[in-house]
C-alpha cells in the first residue's frame, strides 16, 4: 500500500520569499507518479506539478518546482516568489498502477505580507 | 472541455432522504473517481471506476451507492446518510493507467446531513 507523508501541518512564509512544501512517499511499485495540488478555500483541487518515478530531472512549472530525491522517497515542492494568492492548503499526491491515486494529509501554507 | 462538472454545489439532506450526486466530464477520461473530505484533511478515495467498471471500493458503507451509466457520467446515490457524512464530495477523473497529465477535478458538492 501506498503512504505518503506531509511532516508540516502549517507554514508561514514571507511575501517574495521562497518557501519548500515537505513530502516523503513509501511504495514497492517502481513506476508511479507524484503530483501537487493547491486547494484554496473554496475547495477546488488544483494541480500545480508532477513528477514520473522515472523522470531524471526535476520538474518545473514557473513558479513551483518539485525537488525530486528518489533514493530518499522525497518529493519538495518548492514555491519561489511567494504571492498572497499562494495561501491555501498544499496537498502531495501519488498515484500507481490500478488507477490507485491517494492524498497526503497536507500542508496549511500562510502568506505575510 | 477541460473541466469536470459537479452537481449540485450544495445540497442540505435528511437522514431520510434519498439524494444522487451528479459528475459529468467530456475528456475523454475512462478513469472516474469519487473523493469525500472533511474540513482540514486530505481528501479520501472511495470509489474508482475504470472503463466504466467498478475497480476500488475503498470499504465505503452501503449507504453510498457508486454507478456509472457511460463513460462521461458518474453518479453517487446517497441513503440514509448520518450526519458524520457531511462533508466535501469531489469528483476527478483521468486517463486509464498511470498518467501523468493529472486527475482533473470538480469543484465539489458541500453536503450537509441534517
Known amino acids: 500500500a501506498q503512504k505518503i507523508t506531509q511532516t508540516q501541518p502549517g507554514m508561514f512564509v514571507q511575501e517574495k520569499e521562497a518557501v519548500t512544501l515537505d513530502c516523503t512517499y513509501d511504495?514497492?511499485?517502481?513506476?508511479?507518479?507524484l503530483f501537487w495540488y493547491k486547494q484554496p478555500s473554496s475547495g477546488e483541487m488544483i494541480f500545480l506539478i508532477y513528477?514520473?518515478?522515472?523522470?531524471?530531472q526535476n520538474a518545473t512549472e514557473g513558479r513551483y518546482s518539485l525537488n525530486f530525491q528518489k533514493a530518499r522517497k522525497s518529493a519538495n515542492l518548492v514555491i519561489s516568489a511567494s504571492q498572497l494568492g499562494d495561501s491555501a492548503m498544499y496537498f502531495c499526491a501519488m498515484s500507481a498502477p490500478g488507477n490507485q491515486f491517494y492524498f497526503g494529509t497536507g500542508t496549511s501554507l500562510t502568506v505575510i505580507p | 472541455d477541460t473541466e469536470v462538472t459537479q452537481t449540485p454545489k450544495h445540497l442540505v439532506m435528511g437522514m431520510t432522504n434519498k439524494k444522487s450526486l451528479k459528475c459529468e466530464q467530456h475528456m475523454g477520461h475512462r478513469a472516474m473517481y469519487w473523493y469525500k473530505q472533511k474540513a482540514k484533511k486530505p481528501p479520501e478515495l472511495m470509489f474508482v471506476?475504470?472503463?466504466?467498471?467498478?475497480?476500488i471500493n475503498e470499504s465505503v458503507p452501503s449507504r453510498f451507492s457508486p454507478e456509472c451509466p457511460n463513460s462521461s457520467l458518474l453518479n453517487l446515490h446517497l441513503h440514509a446518510l448520518q450526519p458524520e457524512d457531511s462533508a466535501l464530495y469531489l469528483c476527478?477523473?483521468?486517463?486509464?493507467?498511470?498518467?501523468?497529465?493529472?486527475?482533473?477535478f470538480g469543484s465539489g458538492t458541500r453536503l450537509t446531513v441534517v
Open positions: 476527478a477523473s483521468s486517463q486509464v493507467g498511470l498518467s501523468n497529465y493529472g486527475y482533473t
Open positions: 471506476y475504470s472503463y466504466e467498471k467498478l475497480s
Open positions: 513528477q514520473g518515478s522515472y523522470d531524471q
Open positions: 511504495t514497492s511499485d517502481p513506476s508511479y507518479g
